[in-house]
């Protein structure tokens, strides 16, 4: 059985059976969908991702959750911008000090891209300044792999999550899955790895990941690491109730 770390809600998922929902984290994609995840999460006892925004009244609340450990913060950090990455640290501050990762998203999903100068004063100002924090890095860092694999390599708190892979491996202009996967696999070990679909979870789908790249590439050892332990780990750090 795999943990996701990486899925959605459809506006539907109250009608969803509680068996439906994969054990792993639910990720908000926008701060008007964090009232409902986090209801349907805590229903299911799943973990939940909410979506922080400093400038939005429901920061305090986000906040004060990450504080009690019952959900990790997320953000689109490309639309954010290095410069104002320090509004952040609040939040940055209380996962370090309750020993739970903030999930970061450093890349694009359209034409454009985000610039890897960003993408490394992100992560150098995070790593600098929280050395004890976790960062779980969405979609494997998307257009900006190679920067976060360069820091993944410098510190085992990075970790990379790896929904939207074959997306990821044609914005790195990578041949294929499996040569991502290989750089992966000698750059940093398999406990910095996270399984994640991307999926939206709804009644009439479930989530369909191709295996095949992953188990031609990674050990069974390794596979166990991505696929269930790293997940378990981060699980076993939050108070789902």
């Not at 990790?72 to 410069?83: P, T």
């Not at 780990?233 to 789902?240: A, E, H, N, S, V």
Request: charged share 25%.
């Amino acid at each position: 059985m795999k943990i996701d770390m990486h899925y959605h809600l459809s506006r539907e998922a109250d009608t969803i059976p509680a068996g439906a929902a994969p054990l792993g984290c639910i990720i908000s994609r926008h701060p008007t969908e964090n009232e409902r995840c986090f209801r349907f999460a805590t229903r299911k006892h799943r973990a939940v991702a909410l979506f922080a925004d400093p400038s939005l009244q429901d920061w305090q609340r986000t906040l004060f959750l990450v504080k009690k450990r019952k959900a990790l913060s997320y953000n689109h950090f490309e639309n954010v911008g290095a410069a104002s990455i320090s509004f952040f640290d609040p939040i940055f501050l209380a996962s370090e000090e309750q020993g739970i990762p903030v999930i970061v998203h450093l890349s694009r999903h359209d034409d454009e891209r985000l610039a890897r100068a960003e993408a490394s004063k992100f992560l150098n100002r995070i790593c600098t300044r929280f050395p004890r924090l976790q960062v779980i890095v969405a979609h494997l860092g998307g257009e900006n792999f190679w920067t976060v694999l360069e820091y993944a390599a410098a510190s085992e708190s990075i970790l990379l999550d790896t929904s939207c892979f074959q997306e990821t491996a044609d914005r790195a202009e990578l041949p294929c899955v499996d040569s991502m996967f290989r750089w992966m696999s000698a750059a940093i070990s398999s406990r910095q790895i996270l399984f994640g679909s991307d999926h939206t979870l709804s009644k009439d789908t479930q989530s369909t990941v191709d295996s095949h790249s992953f188990r031609r590439v990674f050990s069974e050892p390794e596979l166990e690491d991505i696929f269930q332990n790293n997940g378990n780990r981060i699980l076993r750090q939050m108070t789902l109730v």
